[in-house]
């Protein structure tokens, strides 16, 4: 693998497990935010997709250093395993740990998450 693919492998890794950890996370966040004040109030303005996606954040950031370094590992050579074990390492190791940071998150910041989303909505609009 040569340095340009291996930017081209990392940049693609952003998108993909960013994506997964959305996928993985936001249901979850979704069911712990759904009966709270802030979700029954929010604003017109900021889309519910993206208030949950600034709730997770930090799974998502975790699981794309994940798939950074499961990325390296596989450049490396594998350190012996096979693609099928590199694959499970690489998409299962996320399905353990971003469903658990979602559940550990504290759910008393997401109001004034909400409402520096709503700021930054009318900033917007202005």
């Known amino acids: 693998m040569t340095p340009f693919e291996f930017l081209v492998a ?5 998108i993909w497990m960013g994506a997964y950890a ?34 997770i954040v930090r799974p998502t950031v975790l699981t794309i250093v994940w798939g950074w370094v499961a990325l390296a590992v596989a450049a490396l050579g594998g350190l012996g395993l096979s693609g099928g074990a590199l694959l499970v390492l690489i998409g299962g190791a996320p399905v353990i740990f971003v469903p658990w940071m979602v559940l550990q998150l504290d759910a008393s910041r997401f109001p004034q998450l909400v409402e520096n989303a709503r700021r930054a909505h009318e900033a917007k609009r202005t």
């Open 10 to 14: 990392a940049g693609k890794m952003v």
């Open 22 to 55: 959305q996928l993985l996370g936001m249901p979850i966040a979704w069911l712990r935010l759904r009966k709270t004040a802030a979700w029954k109030d929010r604003p017109e303005g900021p889309r519910r997709i993206d208030l949950l996606a600034k709730f």
